[in-house]
C-alpha cells in the first residue's frame, strides 16, 4: 500500500513539473499552430484599473504615451477603485491629455474596476495593463498583430522581471518565471494558454463579458471563457512588459496565496473548465493549473509513505526528501534575516 | 560565493514555499477570508 502511494505521488509531482513539459515538447513536434501574425493598426482601449497607487500613475501614464502606436488609435482609461491617497488627483491631471477616468466612490474591487473600465472603452481591441510594469515601446503593436489571425480571441504578452540593475532576475524565483514562460510559449503553439499575464493581456473587445465581483484571477477567468467560446488565447514573447522584482518575500507570499486561491475560484465559477468536450485545452489547464494544486498534497503523500520504506532505493529518497526540506529550512531562515537575500519568491512567478 | 550559496538556498525555499501557498489558497478560499476578498487583495494576480 505505503509502495503504491509512494509511486503514484512521485508520479504525479513528476509529471507535473517534468513529465508535461516533455508532453508538450512532442505534442508541438506534432501538431503546431502557429499564429498568422500581421502588423496593422485597429483601435485599442488600454484598460488599467489602480486602487491606490499614487507611486504608479505618472511613470505608468508617461509609458503609455511613450508607445510605438498611433495616439489616436490608442484609448488610454484609468478605472479607479475608490482610492484613499492622491491617485485619483495624479490621474486627473493627465485627464486633458487624452486619458479618460472612471472612478468609483466605494471600493468594489479590482473586478467591478475592469468592468467600468471596459464599460467605456470604444477599441476593437481591449489591452489591460497593471499600473506598476512598464511596456516595451513596440508591446502594443506586437501584441495586437496577433489580432490578424481570426482564431485569435486573446493575446498574453510577456512579462520580463528585471534586477535592481535592469537585468533579468537569475535568481530561483526568476529560473522558474523562465519555466512557467517556457511552457506557456508551448502551450501557445499547440493552441491556448490557461491564463495570460495579468501586467499585458489584450481580448476582442466582443469577447469580454463582465466580471463577477469578487474575481480574483481576472487574468484566467477572461482567457479562458476566450478558450471556452472557441477562439485561441496566444501568448507572444515579443510584445513585453518589465517589473522591477520585489524583494519582500512576504508580500509576494501573500499574493501567491491569493494567485492559487484564485484558481480554486475559477474551478467553481467555471466547472465547464473541467469538462474535455468542452474545454479545448482540458489536458493543458488539468496539468498546468490543477496540478499545482495537486502538488503539495502529493509531497505529503510522498513523505509520509516513504516513513513506511525505509530500504533499498526508498531509504536513499526518504535521504533526499530529508536533505530538501533541510535546504529549504535553510532558506527560509535565510530569507528572514536582513538585508534581504538576491532574490525570495517573486511577484508574478510562482505557480503562476 | 556567498551569494551564490544563498541563491542556491532558495531554490528548494521557493519550491516548498510555492506549495505551502497551494494549500494555504485551499484554506483562505474556503474560509472565505475578508482579506482573501479583498480587492485590494485581488489586484495583481
Known amino acids: 500500500m505505503a509502495e503504491?502511494?509512494?509511486?503514484?505521488?512521485?508520479?504525479?509531482?513528476?509529471?507535473?513539473?517534468?513529465?508535461?513539459?516533455?508532453?508538450?515538447l512532442a505534442w508541438q513536434w506534432w501538431d503546431r499552430r502557429p499564429v498568422r501574425k500581421q502588423y496593422h493598426e485597429p483601435s485599442v482601449s488600454l484598460v488599467i484599473a489602480m486602487h491606490n497607487e499614487r507611486n504608479h500613475v505618472q511613470p505608468k501614464l508617461q509609458n503609455c504615451f511613450e508607445l510605438d502606436y498611433p495616439p489616436d488609435k490608442l484609448q488610454v482609461i484609468v478605472s479607479l477603485d475608490a482610492p484613499t491617497d492622491d491617485t485619483e488627483a495624479l490621474v486627473r491631471e493627465y485627464a486633458g491629455k487624452g486619458v479618460e477616468v472612471v472612478c468609483s466612490s466605494v471600493h468594489l474591487?479590482?473586478?467591478?474596476?475592469?468592468?467600468?473600465?471596459?464599460?467605456?472603452?470604444?477599441?476593437?481591441?481591449?489591452?489591460?495593463?497593471?499600473?506598476?510594469?512598464?511596456?516595451?515601446?513596440?508591446?502594443v503593436r506586437e501584441l495586437v498583430a496577433n489580432f490578424a489571425d481570426a482564431s485569435v480571441g486573446a493575446a498574453s504578452g510577456e512579462l520580463v522581471l528585471l534586477d535592481e540593475q535592469g537585468k533579468e532576475t537569475s535568481d530561483?524565483?526568476?529560473?522558474?518565471?523562465?519555466?512557467?514562460?517556457?511552457?506557456?510559449g508551448m502551450e501557445s503553439g499547440i493552441h491556448s494558454v490557461?491564463?495570460?499575464t495579468g501586467a499585458i493581456y489584450a481580448i476582442r473587445r466582443e469577447l469580454f463579458a463582465p466580471l463577477a465581483a469578487g474575481t480574483i484571477l481576472d487574468d484566467v477567468v477572461i482567457p479562458m471563457r476566450i478558450v471556452l467560446a472557441g477562439k485561441r488565447v496566444v501568448f507572444d514573447s515579443t510584445a513585453r512588459?518589465?517589473?522591477v522584482a520585489s524583494r519582500n518575500a512576504n508580500s509576494e507570499y501573500e499574493r501567491k496565496i491569493r494567485t492559487l486561491a484564485g484558481n480554486y475560484q475559477l474551478v467553481v465559477q467555471m466547472p465547464a473548465l473541467l469538462a474535455p468536450w468542452r474545454n479545448r485545452i482540458f489536458v493543458q489547464f488539468i496539468s498546468h493549473k490543477l496540478g499545482?494544486?495537486?502538488?503539495p498534497y502529493c509531497l505529503v503523500a510522498l513523505f509520509v509513505s516513504n516513513l513506511f520504506l525505509l530500504h533499498g532505493l526508498y531509504l536513499v529518497a526518504m535521504v533526499g526528501q530529508m536533505?530538501?526540506?533541510?535546504?529549504?529550512?535553510?532558506?527560509?531562515?535565510?530569507?528572514?534575516?536582513?538585508?534581504?537575500?538576491?532574490g525570495g519568491p517573486s511577484t508574478e512567478t510562482l505557480n503562476e | 560565493m556567498r551569494n551564490m550559496f544563498l541563491k542556491l538556498l532558495l531554490v528548494p525555499f521557493t519550491f516548498v514555499a510555492m506549495n505551502?501557498?497551494?494549500v494555504a489558497g485551499l484554506y483562505y478560499f474556503s474560509r472565505g477570508s475578508r482579506d482573501l476578498w479583498s480587492p485590494a487583495g485581488a489586484r495583481h494576480s
Not at chain 1, 481591449?126 to 512598464?134: K, P, T, W
Not at chain 1, 499545482?292 to 502538488?295: A, D, E, H, K
Not at chain 1, 526540506?325 to 528572514?336: N, R, V
Open chain 1, 323 to 342: 536533505v530538501w526540506y533541510s535546504l529549504a529550512g535553510a532558506g527560509w531562515l535565510a530569507s528572514t534575516r536582513k538585508p534581504a537575500l538576491p
Open chain 2, 20 to 22: 505551502w501557498a497551494a
Open chain 1, 241 to 243: 512588459a518589465y517589473e
Open chain 1, 172 to 184: 530561483a524565483a526568476g529560473a522558474y518565471w523562465r519555466y512557467e514562460k517556457g511552457l506557456r
Open chain 1, 4 to 24: 503504491a502511494i509512494f509511486w503514484i505521488a512521485l508520479g504525479c509531482t513528476a509529471y507535473v513539473y517534468a513529465g508535461y513539459p516533455l508532453l508538450l
Open chain 1, 194 to 196: 490557461p491564463g495570460a
Open chain 1, 292 to 295: 499545482r494544486l495537486l502538488v
Open chain 1, 109 to 139: 474591487g479590482k473586478a467591478e474596476a475592469l468592468n467600468s473600465g471596459v464599460a467605456i472603452a470604444t477599441g476593437e481591441i481591449v489591452l489591460f495593463a497593471d499600473s506598476r510594469q512598464m511596456f516595451d515601446k513596440r508591446a
